[in-house]
C-alpha cells in the first residue's frame, strides 16, 4: 500500500462549482503538505504548501490539513474551465531528506 | 529565465539501446531529481542530488544512472532500454532557502521502448 492515497477520478464539475479534492496518508511523521497542478502534456507546478496542520487560503485556492485524520483537502472556489487539469498531493517528514511521496493525481474537469 | 530545461521532449528506442536526458536549471539550485510518471502510478523518485558532487537513490533507481556534470546539470542515462522504461521523464530542482518541498518541473521527456 502507498504511503499517499488519491483518488484518480475523473472528477467533472459545472464552472463556478465549488471542488473538493483529498488525498489521505498512513506516515504519521509527514509535516509538508503540497498540491502540484499539471496540464496536460506539461510538468507539475507547485499550488500551495503547508506546515503541519490548519487551513491555508490563496485566492480560490484553500488547501486543509488534519494531521489527526491523515488527511488534506484542496478546495477551489468558483471553479474555471482552465483549472481542468490534474491535481497531485504530495507530502514529507522533517529530516526525510529531499523526497517527496505524490499521491496519483485527481483530472479535474471543469465544463462550462 | 528559462526555469528547468530538459532535452530530448521525445524518444523513440528499441530495447537494448542507450541515451542520455539532459536536464539544466537556471535558477541557481543546489538540489535536481529525477521523477518518472506513469499511468495509474503517480509520480515516482529515480534518483535525487542533493548538491553538486552527491548523488542518490530514490524509489525506483533500478535500470538508471545519473551524473551531476555541474550545479546547473544533471542527466539521467539508461544504459539498456527495456520496454518497462517506457514513461514520461521529469527533472525538478530545489533550493534550501526555499524548501525542500517547493519543486520546480521541467517540460517532461515522453521516451517510448520498443
Known amino acids: 500500500q502507498k504511503e499517499v492515497e488519491q483518488d484518480p477520478g475523473p472528477l467533472s464539475v459545472p464552472e463556478g462549482a465549488i471542488v473538493s479534492l483529498n488525498c489521505t496518508y498512513s506516515n504519521s511523521a509527514f509535516q509538508y503538505f503540497m498540491w502540484y497542478r499539471q496540464y496536460s502534456r506539461k510538468g507539475p507546478e507547485l499550488l500551495m504548501y503547508t506546515y503541519s496542520s490548519g487551513n491555508k487560503e490563496d485566492g480560490r485556492f484553500t488547501a486543509q490539513v488534519d494531521k489527526s485524520s491523515k488527511y488534506i483537502s484542496l478546495f477551489i472556489r468558483d471553479s474555471q474551465p482552465s483549472d481542468s487539469a490534474t491535481y497531485l498531493c504530495a507530502m514529507s517528514a522533517l529530516g526525510s531528506g529531499y523526497a517527496l511521496n505524490f499521491g496519483k493525481g485527481t483530472s479535474l474537469l471543469v465544463t462550462p | 529565465n528559462a526555469g528547468v530545461t530538459q532535452t530530448p521532449k521525445f524518444q523513440v528506442l528499441k530495447t537494448g539501446q542507450s541515451m542520455t536526458l539532459q536536464c539544466a536549471q537556471d535558477m541557481n539550485h543546489n538540489s535536481m531529481y529525477w521523477y518518472r510518471q506513469d499511468p495509474g502510478m503517480g509520480l515516482r523518485l529515480i534518483y535525487y542530488s542533493a548538491s553538486e558532487g552527491t548523488t542518490d537513490k530514490g524509489e525506483v533507481p533500478n535500470g538508471y544512472n545519473v551524473s551531476r556534470l555541474n550545479k546547473r546539470e544533471f542527466s539521467l542515462r539508461l544504459e539498456s532500454a527495456a520496454p518497462s522504461q517506457t514513461s514520461v521523464y521529469f527533472c525538478?530542482?530545489?533550493?534550501?532557502?526555499?524548501?525542500?518541498?517547493?519543486?520546480?518541473f521541467g517540460p517532461g521527456t515522453r521516451l517510448t521502448v520498443t
Open positions: 525538478a530542482s530545489s533550493s534550501p532557502d526555499r524548501g525542500v518541498y517547493e519543486q520546480y
